[in-house]
C-alpha cells in the first residue's frame, strides 16, 4: 500500500500526465510516467517480497511490583528461503507507551534478539503487544504492516510491605492473644518439671512421679497464632468517590495492606486464607501468588458476603480491611462466632474504633499501629514479588 509520501508522487504522476498530454509537453509526460512507475514498482515489491519472520516473546517477571520494572525480550528468526529485507517492529506497551526495534536484514535461517523495559508504574493487568512488522521500500513511497504476535498480559502487582507476626505476650494483640491461650487450653506439651508451690494437682505426673523423689508436673507450651483470614473490603459503598489523588488512595491503602498481610501471613507458616467481595475466597498453598493476581486489577465492586469460620485448629486472626468502623463489612465479620479467633481492624479513612484495630489513613500511620499491635518491627521491608517467566 502506497505511504502519505507514495500518494504524493502518485498525485503528481497524474498531474504531470494529464499537463504533459493536453499541452504536448513530452518532458512533462515522461516525468509524470517515470513517477508512476516508481510508485508501482514500490507497491509491486513490498507485495511480492514479504518478510517470513517467526517471532517469540518472553516477558519476565510475568508479576511484576508497582515501581518494579520488568523486561521484554523478542527472539526474531527468518524462517524464509531468501534473505529477509529490513524490517521495523511496534508493540503497544499499555495504553500509553509503544516500543520501536529495526531488524536488520537477515539471511533465511539466522535469529537475532532485541528487548526493552517495561517500568511498572501503576497496579493492573499490562497488556505488550501485539507485535506489528513494518517494512517499507528504499524510497518510502509504500508500506506493508501486518501483525505477527499476539499480547501478552503482565501482572502488576501492589506494592506490599514484610510484616512480622504476633507473638505471644508482645504488644497489645501479643497479650490478647497469650490470654485468649490460657482461657482456651493449656496447649501442647512440652516437658516435665518439679512441682512448686501453687501449681494445679490436675497437672501433676503420677506415673513420672512414682519414679522419681519429686513430684513432677506438666510443662505446656502455650499456644501461639496458627491461622490467620484477611478480609479486604471493596464495597463501593463504603470508599469515597475517587475524585481527588486522596480519596482514591483510602483504597489503593486497603489493597496495599490486604496484599502485605496475605505475603507476611503465608510467609510467617500461617494457614492463609484471603477473603473479599465478589465471591473471592483464596486458600491454600500458593494463596500469596494467587492473591497478588488478584489485586492487581480490582477495584471497587460488590459487597462482602458473609465469611464462614474456618474449621482450622489453634489460635487464629481475622483481619478485615476496611474504610471505617462504620462499613457493613466491619459489621458483617463481628458475627463470626469463635472463641479462638481474635478479629482486628485496619481502618484507612478515619482513626481506629477499638484497641484492637489499627488507622491506617497513611501508610506511616498503619506501620505504626501494626507495631504497637504485634510489639515488633511491624513494617521490615519492602517486598519485590517476582514471578516465573511467561
Known amino acids: 500500500m502506497p505511504t502519505r509520501q507514495g500518494w504524493t508522487v502518485a498525485v503528481l504522476a497524474i498531474a504531470a500526465l494529464v499537463i504533459g498530454r493536453v499541452f504536448g509537453i513530452v518532458e512533462l509526460f515522461v516525468i509524470g510516467a517515470g513517477l508512476a512507475v516508481s510508485v508501482l514498482v514500490a507497491v509491486v515489491t513490498i507485495r511480492i517480497h514479504r518478510p517470513h519472520l517467526a517471532i517469540t516473546r518472553w516477558a519476565h517477571p510475568s508479576v511484576l511490583t508497582v515501581g518494579d520494572t520488568g523486561r521484554v525480550d523478542l527472539l526474531i528468526e527468518n524462517t524464509g528461503g531468501l534473505r529477509s529485507p529490513r524490517v521495523d517492529l511496534t508493540e503497544p506497551v499499555g495504553l500509553s507507551n509503544m516500543a520501536h ?9 539466522d535469529k537475532v534478539t532485541a528487548g526493552y523495559r517495561v517500568p511498572a508504574l501503576r497496579r493492573g493487568v ?5 507485535t506489528t512488522l513494518d517494512r517499507r521500500d528504499a524510497l518510502g513511497l509504500a508500506y506493508d504492516a501486518r501483525i505477527t504476535t499476539t499480547a501478552t498480559e503482565l501482572t502488576v502487582a501492589p506494592q506490599t510491605f514484610e510484616m512480622s507476626m504476633p507473638s505471644l505476650g508482645q504488644g497489645v494483640l501479643g497479650r490478647h492473644l497469650l490470654a485468649l491461650s490460657q482461657r482456651v487450653g493449656p496447649g501442647e506439651f512440652h516437658s516435665l518439671r518439679d512441682y512448686v508451690i501453687g501449681d494445679e494437682q490436675r497437672s501433676i505426673h503420677w506415673k513420672a512421679s512414682a519414679r522419681s523423689e519429686e513430684l513432677k508436673v506438666r510443662q505446656h507450651e502455650a499456644q501461639g497464632v496458627r491461622r490467620c483470614i484477611i478480609v479486604l473490603d471493596r464495597d463501593g459503598d463504603a470508599y469515597p468517590s475517587p475524585v481527588t489523588d486522596a480519596e482514591a488512595d483510602v483504597f489503593e491503602r486497603a489493597v496495599t495492606v490486604a496484599g502485605s498481610l496475605v505475603i507476611s501471613a503465608d510467609r510467617a507458616g500461617l494457614t492463609t486464607r484471603f477473603v473479599s467481595g465478589g465471591g473471592i475466597d483464596l486458600r491454600g498453598p500458593d494463596v500469596a501468588a494467587h492473591t497478588l493476581r488478584a489485586l492487581a486489577p480490582i477495584d471497587v465492586g ?9 474449621p482450622g485448629e489453634g489460635l487464629g486472626l481475622v483481619i478485615v480491611v476496611t474504610s471505617s468502623p462504620a462499613s457493613d463489612a466491619w459489621r458483617r ?3 463470626i462466632a469463635d472463641p479462638t479467633l481474635t478479629r482486628v481492624g485496619v481502618f484507612t479513612a478515619g482513626t481506629a474504633g477499638t484497641r484492637l484495630s489499627i488507622d491506617a489513613s497513611t501508610i506511616a500511620s498503619f506501620r505504626q499501629g501494626w507495631q504497637r499491635l504485634a510489639g515488633n518491627r511491624g513494617l521490615v521491608k519492602e517486598l519485590l514479588v517476582t514471578g516465573e517467566t511467561s
Open 101 to 109: 526495534m529495526s531488524v536488520v536484514a537477515l539471511r533465511s535461517g
Open 126 to 130: 499490562l497488556l505488550v503487544g501485539p
Open 302 to 310: 460488590p459487597p462482602l458476603s458473609d465469611v464462614d469460620r474456618d
Open 333 to 335: 465479620t463481628g458475627g
